[in-house]
């Protein structure tokens, strides 16, 4: 009853921000509060697999390029005509299109679910830098597979995908990830996924599956990539493999090890902070990617354990500091 | 079947230069553990201190060999520079942390070269002069080959020769050697570890160079971020001979180069990016330490 009456405030909360933001925004930082939280759902999602479960994997832009696609095609060949029959029952497009897009974003979530499986496999013999090499040739095949491949667009892109997405399916996503991610933490799945993190012989040893383990979360990790390629590709609504590269993958890596590996706020915080951070250095544009990459050393060097290590920022974290530094 | 020598003989060539590149990545790899991924962009930077060392010596109006090799050399020098830079300025703060951290500074330092690349050099491409002036040798049976693939050849095995007689016949090899297999115990016997993995790093940037240096001569359009895609390639083909290996760096390297050739020959250049990961995703499922590594036991 508790986590219904949550749900219906969250999602409330959201349609609210979804209003308020498009009254208060312009349509630039409208996109950039998307971004941001695609972003999110990005990082976290990652962090369920690098940073929980301790397998380094570099192609979360594959998952996310096999989610993308994957709900674009749905929409363009089936989820249109749902929302024409719908609008025909005369509601209005955002309900109309929302099973559509729920569809199609758990679509293109099962298809990106399906690929990490598929590469979670190979981690039965591969470990460490083996096992992220692999997972960076993954996300390469899938661009370059993306770009021989006519029917979605190839080289040329995939436009003209619907544009449903909006900054309360962006939220809900964000809200699905985190909480999906905090309750596994606390689960007894989230402690096994710990365990092989810090030890995976003593984990083994201690009877913890960890090859299935291991392949869970790259399931739900890819799982989440796909759902937050959905909605990159329905909020932009034209694809393009270049979206995809290697590039992405790393972009994403940085924010979790920045946020601070297994911390789930760390991840958001980076997030926020990764995307944010290029747009606010426009101004000094040749400069841009400059200090970006500058202050990424400078971060690492100074704080290599990532902003939050792995500590996660809460309510009842911040309460407990403040006695310590008047103490101090 | 002489198209196919054709092939072999580019593929050759071609792989040569990723093995320059990989042999960077795996002694870097050996030593700390550490992918190296702005190596790439060294190797970048080495075709442009070419370029500047070209221009600077006026090897465009009268080209030939001395040039070549004062190119050559220069672009070596000027890399070596910098990948001690690199090694002290960035890597070095971060050796104590984790490994992801320094994945990380690593990525840091590969997106400041390719963008600090284009701020100073440009985004658009640069032509590198023709310090060599091309001429075709028939090898017989319909295969020929340029001067500058076989350039590319000798200099490579040259290096790579170089390479194995420092890594084990000097003292200092002796030393990379001790390094690589545990920093502590190497430590105790005397060896001074920094000074070991700085002198790897200007080892690995310098053949990067050479490798930045041979390829712009064959195809002489360079600009910031032409190291991006061989680099994350001859990294590839340092895990596929498996990575620490010298000798299989070179393997690893000579494999891909083939592959790839073979693959836009045969089938279609817009598969030559997928062949290397493919190959590599193949190679990793049969043999998981790579063509020529060892699997480690892990000791408990």
């Not at chain 1, 979605?152 to 080289?155: K, L, P, R």
């Not at chain 1, 799945?189 to 365990?195: M, T, V, Y």
């Not at chain 1, 309460?319 to 101090?328: F, G, L, Q, S, V």
């Not at chain 2, 790579?290 to 036991?297: D, E, F, R, S, T």
């Given at each position: 009853m ?13 349609v ?6 498009r ?17 999110v ?17 570099i192609?979360?832009?594959g998952f ?10 749905f929409?363009?060949n ?12 005369g ?16 679509v ?5 679910a399906?690929?990490?499986?598929l ?20 996300g ?11 029917v979605?667009?190839?080289?040329r892109g995939?436009p ?8 309360f399916w ?5 809200a ?12 007894s ?7 092989i ?9 201690l ?10 979360a ?14 990159f590709?329905h909020?932009?609504s ?11 993958s790393?972009e ?11 911390s ?16 606010l ?20 060097i ?7 290590g ?8 911040l ?10 | 079947?002489?198209?196919?020598l054709?092939q072999?003989?580019?593929?050759i ?6 093995a320059?590149?990989?042999l ?9 553990r550490?992918?190296?991924?702005a ?11 070419g ?14 060999p ?23 300025f ?20 590969s ?5 600090g690349g ?17 001429r ?14 076989i350039?590319i ?22 030393a ?18 920094d ?20 390829v712009?001569?064959?195809n ?9 895609m061989?680099?994350l ?18 393997l ?12 836009v020959g ?21 043999r ?13």
């Open positions: 508790k986590q219904v009456a949550g749900l219906v405030a969250v999602l409330g909360l959201l609210v921000a979804d209003l308020a933001l009254r208060v925004l312009s349509p630039y930082q409208l996109q950039v509060v998307v971004l941001c939280g695609i972003n759902v990005l990082a976290v999602s990652l962090n369920l697999i690098n940073g929980f479960t301790g397998q380094f994997s192609g979360h832009a996310m390029a096999l989610g993308a696609y994957g709900s674009a095609m929409s363009l089936l989820g249109a005509r749902w929302v024409t029959k719908l609008q025909g029952l509601l209005p497009e955002p309900i109309a299109a929302a099973p559509a897009l729920l569809m199609a974003l758990l293109g979530g099962l298809l990106a399906l690929a990490g499986y590469v979670g496999l190979p981690s039965l013999r591969l470990r460490g830098d083996y096992l992220a090499i692999v997972t960076l040739g993954f390469e095949i899938i661009r370059v597979l993306i770009l021989n491949i006519d979605i667009g190839g080289a995939l003209g995908i619907p544009g449903w997405a909006n900054v962006v939220g809900a996503g964000v699905a990830v985190v909480a999906l991610s905090r309750n596994l933490a606390h689960s799945h989230g402690r096994a996924l710990f365990a993190r810090d030890d995976e012989v003593a984990a083994e040893a009877g913890v599956d960890t090859t299935s383990y291991k392949v869970l790259f399931v739900i990790g890819a799982f989440f990539a796909g759902v937050a390629g959905g909605l590709a909020f932009l034209y694809l393009n493999p270049n979206s995809f590269t290697f590039i992405k790393i994403v890596i940085a924010m979790v090890v920045l946020g601070g590996m297994g789930i706020s760390g991840s958001v915080l980076a997030a926020i902070v990764l995307t944010l951070l290029p747009e250095l426009r101004p000094v544009k040749e400069y841009r990617m400059v200090i970006y990459s500058l202050m990424l050393i400078v971060l690492m100074t704080r290599p354990q990532g902003l939050l792995t500590r996660e920022l809460s309510l009842a974290w309460r407990r500091r403040r006695p310590a530094r008047e103490a101090a | 079947m002489s198209e196919f054709q072999l003989v580019n593929g060539t071609w792989g040569s230069v990723y320059l590149i990989a960077g990545y795996t002694m870097v790899y050996g030593i700390l550490l992918i190296n991924f190596h790439g962009d060294v190797y970048m930077l080495g075709a442009f201190f370029l500047f060392a070209a221009r600077w010596l006026g090897a465009a109006r009268n080209p030939g001395v040039q070549a090799v004062e190119v050559l050399a220069l672009a070596m020098a000027g890399c070596g520079v910098v990948g001690y830079i690199i090694e002290r960035a890597y070095k703060p971060v050796r104590r942390s984790s490994r992801l951290a320094a994945l990380i500074t690593a990525i840091g330092v997106l400041l070269l390719e963008n284009i701020l100073l050099f440009g985004a658009d491409p640069k032509f590198f002069p023709q310090v060599i002036t091309p075709n040798i028939a090898l017989g049976g319909g295969v020929t080959i340029s001067n500058q693939q350039i050849l000798v200099v490579s095995l040259g290096l790579m020769l170089g390479l194995r007689f420092i890594v084990l016949y000097t003292r200092v090899g002796k990379m050697r001790a390094v690589s297999h545990n920093h502590t115990a190497a430590a105790l016997m005397g060896i001074s570890v000074r070991i993995i700085s002198f790897t790093f200007v080892l690995g940037s310098v053949l990067a160079a050479a490798a930045g240096v041979l712009a001569l064959q002489p359009k360079i600009e910031p971020l032409m190291g991006i061989p680099g390639k001859a990294f590839v083909a340092a895990v596929l001979g498996g990575i620490g290996n010298v000798p299989g760096a070179v690893g390297g000579l494999v891909m180069g083939v592959a790839e050739v073979m693959v045969y089938l279609s250049p817009t598969y030559r990016d997928a062949i290397a990961f493919v190959l590599l995703i193949v190679i990793l499922l049969v998981p330490a790579g063509i020529l590594g060892k699997a480690a036991a892990e000791k408990v």
